[in-house]
């Protein structure tokens, strides 16, 4: 019981931080592309955790490629969720954004009933249910119809819904600091390449209309 309640006090606070990001996130891209603020925020974490990851494991390496593949599926679901939110936030209000992207919380149970056959509990249900519904009464009272911000963010509750369903998969069997580093460094490379490829799309247009 001290275990569960641990686990859902550290799941509380992580929402609190994750809440918070939604504003420091918005100021950080006045700055900086949002692909290049992923893959420069991701490459840094993933750093981090690698020499965590090293100092638990005595310097030794064990990546395998029974574990490479699904920290790669995860790293996947994480980059599109954290991209095209990030994108997003450069035409929506963090209200907006942070309401939308709880919405994978209602999510999870739908999507994990349609393509795994796992049907929800009860207190599941009912309790997305109230998240959304307490979601829409504190960040959307009001609001104007969607913008092209709100779609980018919509479509990113799909990678984080999908994240946390692969997780609870994969994680069963898999250490969770080798699955972590693992996918923070997929989403470093995933984001890198794409702000690469971005820039390169930017140059091409601005040198064709010369």
Known sequence: MNNKFLAELSLLFVAFIWGSTFVVVQNAIDLLPPLLFNAIRFFLAGVIIF??????NKGKVKFQLSTLFPGMILGCCLFI???????GLLYTTPSKAGFITGLSVVMVPIISYICFKNKPKRSAIFGSSLAAIGLYLLAVKGASPFSVGEIYVLICTFGFAFHIIFTDIFARRISVLTLTTIQIFTVAF???????????IKVDHFSAIR
Request: with cysteine; glycine share 4%; aromatic share 12%.
């Open 81 to 87: 969720g954290y991209a095209l939110q990030t994108i």
């Open 190 to 200: 995933l984001c890198t390449l794409s702000s690469l490829v971005n820039a390169k």
């Open 51 to 56: 020499i965590v990851y090293l100092f638990k």
